[in-house]
C-alpha cells in the first residue's frame, strides 16, 4: 500500500535538527507525497535553560514561500510538543493559542526529568517494566494536555531500548493501553502510526492497532519522526498496510481536522 502523507517530520526549527524547511519538503516531494507537515519540537519539559521553542513566526515565513512552488503536494503546518504535567502543559497551550496550525501532536520524551533516549533510563528494568512506565506516563501527560490532536509514537520509548527484541506488544500492558485508547476516542483524538522506532526491525504494532479499531477507533496519522530530507516518508508505505490490515483509515489534518487523503 502507497503512503501518501508523512505528518511528523522536523527541520532546523527543531533543536535536533539542521535542515531548512525547503529541504525537508524537497524530501517529500521526491518521496511523491501528497500530504507533509513540518512538527518542529516545542518542548517546555526540561529546566528553563533548556527549554526549546522554535520561531513559528520565522518558520511560516520560509514555508509561505513554499506554498504552491510544489505543485501536487500540501505543506501542513503543526508543532511536536513534549507532556510532561501541568505546568508544561499550560506554557505550550499558552504560546500555541496564537498560531493557525494544521495540528498538534502530543508526545512523551521524558519521565520525572529523565531523557527516554539516554541509556540511564532503562537501567535496571525489564523490557515490560520500562514500557509500562512510559504508557503510565502517556496517561498521566493525556489529562493534562486535551487540545492535542494525536497522540504521537506511543512506542518511542522502544525507539532507543537497549533490549534484544525491542517489540512493542498489546499483551505488555493491555489494561494502560486500552484507558490510552479510551482517552482518545472520548476526546475525539487521533493515533500516530510512527515508523522511527523501528529502526531496522520489522514493524511492529498490528495487534495494537486492532486493539484500536475493536474499541471505536476510526483513523491513524502516519509520522516518519525524519529530522533529514532523506528520512522523509521512510517505512511509511509499511505503516500503512499496518493501519489497512487493521481496518483503519490513514488521515490528514487542516486547521485541526482530520480530513481524508486525497489519491
Given at each position: 500500500m502507497r503512503a501518501l502523507s508523512d505528518l511528523h517530520t522536523h527541520s532546523s526549527f527543531s533543536f535536533?535538527?539542521?535542515y531548512a524547511p525547503i529541504r525537508m519538503v524537497e524530501g517529500a516531494?521526491?518521496?511523491?507525497?501528497?500530504?507533509?507537515?513540518?512538527?518542529?519540537?516545542?518542548?517546555?519539559?526540561?529546566?528553563?535553560?533548556?527549554?526549546?521553542?522554535?520561531?513559528f513566526t520565522a518558520r511560516e515565513g520560509q514555508l509561505s514561500v513554499l506554498d504552491g512552488a510544489f505543485p501536487g503536494i500540501r505543506i501542513g503546518r503543526g508543532?511536536?510538543?513534549?507532556?510532561?504535567?501541568?505546568?508544561?502543559?499550560?506554557?505550550?497551550?499558552?504560546?500555541?493559542?496564537?498560531?493557525?496550525?494544521?495540528?498538534?501532536?502530543?508526545?512523551?520524551?521524558?519521565?520525572?526529568?529523565?531523557?527516554?533516549?539516554e541509556d540511564a533510563f532503562y537501567e535496571g528494568w525489564s523490557r515490560r517494566d520500562i514500557y509500562r512506565i512510559y504508557l503510565e506516563q502517556i496517561i498521566r501527560s493525556l489529562e493534562c494536555f486535551p487540545t492535542l490532536d494525536v497522540l504521537g509514537h506511543y512506542d518511542f520509548v522502544a525507539h532507543y531500548a537497549p533490549y534484544a527484541d525491542r517489540s512493542f506488544f498489546y499483551e505488555d500492558a493491555p489494561d494502560l493501553f486500552d484507558e490510552i485508547f479510551r482517552w482518545l476516542l472520548v476526546h475525539g483524538k487521533t493515533?500516530?502510526?510512527?515508523?522511527?522506532?523501528?529502526?531496522?526491525?520489522?514493524?511492529?504494532?498490528?495487534?495494537?492497532?486492532?486493539?484500536?479499531?475493536?474499541?471505536g477507533g476510526h483513523f491513524v496519522t502516519l509520522g516518519s519522526d525524519a529530522h533529514n530530507p532523506g528520512r522523509v516518508g521512510a517505512r511509511l508505505e509499511e505503516a500503512a498496510a499496518l493501519a489497512e490490515a487493521a481496518g483503519l483509515a490513514v488521515v490528514t489534518y487542516h486547521g485541526h481536522r482530520p480530513q481524508p487523503l486525497q489519491p
Open positions: 535536533d535538527a539542521e516531494v521526491k518521496r511523491g507525497l501528497r500530504e507533509f507537515c513540518l512538527t518542529d519540537h516545542l518542548d517546555f519539559d526540561r529546566p528553563m535553560t533548556e527549554w526549546n521553542i522554535p520561531d508543532a511536536e510538543v513534549s507532556m510532561a504535567g501541568r505546568d508544561c502543559a499550560r506554557r505550550a497551550e499558552e504560546l500555541l493559542s496564537g498560531l493557525e496550525l494544521d495540528f498538534v501532536i502530543g508526545s512523551v520524551h521524558t519521565i520525572r526529568g529523565a531523557n527516554v533516549w493515533l500516530e502510526i510512527n515508523s522511527s522506532s523501528w529502526e531496522g526491525d520489522s514493524p511492529w504494532g498490528l495487534d495494537i492497532l486492532c486493539r484500536f479499531r475493536e474499541m
